[in-house]
């Protein structure tokens, strides 16, 4: 499942991310897509995890739905089925989330990491009827619905408290009532995307017929993260051991440890090794290709072979590394060119990725993909 966005990614970040919302039209087609891949989606899944979740304007509670039974000596849950239908035929939604190694989610969601340079977790949403199972809110999240099957109405308002924390959800401050005036008033077609910057207020509303959409939600690092991260380093700072007794005695001992960690925060080194962490953090799921990659008689890839780069962001460190899915990878100008071109052409082949290196060695260039490939910084897409 291929996207294909309307915007180029430095208009999209300019004009559009993290500031408004913007509707991609016909990003994906659709047809081979249908209800079998949304219930085998489903049927994979464990339903008595938290992930799985029945929402009927509330959350179903899991004791309507689930029940246990003794399979060979082991307590396993099952879906009571008669009640889920029932529940969905009176308007609920199923809501999977956290999704992975589902294979055509998995495409959707880095394309889409790429696109936005952020980490993502991707969720899922059924439903056959009008009611709202969710009540107008924010996400502290970006989120980028995925309109794969039916259609759905979305209602978007600007936001009154503007780029919400994890902690901060709509359900915490319940004295911020929600706009007035509608931003957008608009109806997802399967193979739509619609970009909803967090803090913004949306309201999703099923058409009385059946609709399925993935919601892609982005983790780029915050401010937040980075001075939470900065914690490691306050033990070093001798100030930050001293003891306190009260604010005339401390005054002097605190303004100069706000000197101390003011010029912290703006060291480049620091910014840098928190990358690092957050980049090391980071994991990209991807299929196995035990035929290709363990196959000691293969060396190299096949020229049809197309490659997608496993990161959603790449930073070039000042010592001349990259971090690609918790592998730190020293690169020369050869290796910088071929990630950076993998980055900005996902999905391309080995052919064509030669056809762009013609001015180096072929045999160069076919050993460092597939090393690549074996260390999962490349997977193989099928």
């Not at 290196?357 to 999962?376: A, D, P, R, T, W």
Request: contains cysteine; hydrophobic residues 35%.
């Amino acid at each position: 499942m291929l996207l294909t966005f309307s915007l180029d990614k430095d208009t999209f970040k300019n004009e559009f991310l993290y500031k408004k919302p913007y509707l991609f039209k016909s990003v994906i087609n659709t047809n081979d897509f249908s209800w079998k891949d949304v219930n085998e989606l489903y049927s994979r899944g464990d339903i008595s995890h938290r992930d799985f979740k029945l929402m009927n304007g509330y959350e179903v509670p899991k004791e309507e739905y689930i029940e246990s039974y003794d399979f060979l000596g082991v307590i396993e849950y099952r879906c009571i089925t008669s009640v889920l239908y029932e529940y969905l035929r009176n308007g609920a939604t199923l809501v999977r989330n956290r999704i992975k190694n589902e294979p055509f989610v998995d495409q959707i969601s880095k394309q889409i990491a790429n696109f936005a340079e952020a980490r993502t977790l991707t969720g899922s949403y059924a439903a056959f009827s009008s009611k709202s199972s969710y009540k107008s809110h924010w996400d502290t999240r970006d989120v980028y619905a995925v309109q794969l099957l039916g259609r759905k109405r979305w209602i978007l308002r600007k936001p009154n408290f503007e780029f919400p924390l994890y902690m901060q959800q709509t359900k915490n401050f319940p004295d911020i009532k929600e706009p007035e005036e509608i931003y957008m008033d608009v109806i997802l077609e399967a193979g739509d995307i619609l970009y909803i910057p967090r803090g913004w207020w949306h309201d999703p509303l099923p058409l009385d017929q059946e609709t399925f959409h993935l919601a892609v939600a982005t983790f780029p690092p915050t401010g937040f993260e980075y001075m939470g991260w900065l914690q490691n380093i306050m033990p070093s700072i001798l100030d930050c051991r001293k003891n306190f007794s009260n604010f005339e005695n401390d005054v002097e001992m605190i303004n100069d440890l706000s000197h101390q960690i003011s010029e912290i925060i703006k060291d480049k080194n620091c910014y840098q090794n928190f990358m690092m962490h957050h980049l090391m953090e980071q994991s990209v799921p991807s299929m196995l290709s035990l035929d290709i990659l363990g196959n000691s008689k293969i060396s190299q890839l096949d020229s049809n072979q197309k490659l997608y780069l496993n990161t959603n962001l790449l930073y070039y460190f000042d010592e001349g590394f990259i971090i690609i899915n918790g592998n730190k990878i020293n690169i020369d100008s050869i290796s910088l060119d071929l990630i950076r071109y993998l980055f900005e052409h996902p999905y391309s082949c080995v052919k064509d990725i030669l056809d762009n290196f013609e001015n180096y060695s072929s045999e160069k260039i076919n050993k460092l993909l597939f090393q690549l490939s074996i260390e999962n910084v490349i997977e193989l897409i099928m």
